[in-house]
């Protein structure tokens, strides 16, 4: 089935550094989302991204749509213990059903 | 209340067993989701409600499974003769209208353990 890949899979980060995860499709989207979880806990939404080219920023987040609509990508500037978590990007391939990318795993050295 | 509940929370049983997990959404939420997520993988869609039809039940592994909506609001997931590759967490989602248009907001899950 169609599928979205994130990469990097596990990021490291020494806390007060940026940190980045890519979202990529072979088609085009309609839309993303990104969600965040943390350990132990469930997906929260953060932002959807609709048009070509969007960026939209959320205090240290920064999301941006790939003029293509083929890819994503979530940086979070000055990295915090707070934003330890699984990052995951969403997506539909022209139906209702949301499907989640591989997500990506950050820990934070403090 | 305010957010999507979802029961058991945990739930143990033997391989071979009958469970059903169970899906309050957030009162007014027209659309509902399950996904299945094992340990470090991302949620995999399992079905999708709209009102009280199964709109899209793709996801569903086998024929083992089986989920109703039969008044619009609660939903049931069913597992029939459960195996150990069952055991994952089962996430409820619930949104206003469709995933096309806004959020999923997600209960925090019923954790299978099928031994």
């Known amino acids: 089935g169609q599928q979205v890949m994130q990469i990097p899979q596990y990021q490291h980060v020494q806390e007060g550094e940026d940190f980045t995860t890519y979202c990529n499709s072979s088609t085009t989207l309609s839309n993303i989302q990104w969600y965040k979880q943390r350990p132990g806990g469930h997906p929260v939404f953060l932002i959807q991204l609709v048009k070509s080219g969007e960026v939209k920023k959320q205090k240290r987040l920064t999301f941006q749509f790939g003029e293509a609509k083929k890819n994503s990508s979530l940086h979070i500037t000055a990295t915090q213990t707070t934003d330890v978590g699984t990052y995951f990007c969403?997506?539909?391939?022209?139906?209702?059903?949301?499907?989640f990318g591989t997500g990506t795993r950050l820990t934070i050295i403090p | 209340g305010a957010g999507v509940s979802q029961t058991p929370s945990n739930k143990v049983t033997e391989k071979g067993k009958y469970v059903e997990l169970r899906c309050d959404p957030i009162s007014g939420h027209t659309a509902l989701y399950w996904y299945r997520q094992s340990l470090g993988q991302g949620p995999e869609f399992l079905i999708y409600?709209?009102?009280?039809?199964?709109?899209?039940d793709s996801g569903l592994p086998n024929d083992r499974f089986f989920a109703v909506r039969p008044e619009g609001s609660v939903s049931t997931l069913k597992i029939q003769r459960t195996e150990r590759g069952d055991s994952a967490v089962y996430l409820c989602a619930s949104s206003l209208l469709t995933s096309w248009t806004g959020e999923l907001f997600f209960g925090e899950g019923s954790r299978l353990t099928v031994l």
């Open positions: 969403a997506v539909n391939f022209g139906n209702e059903k949301l499907t």
């Open positions: 409600f709209q009102g009280t039809g199964a709109a899209d």
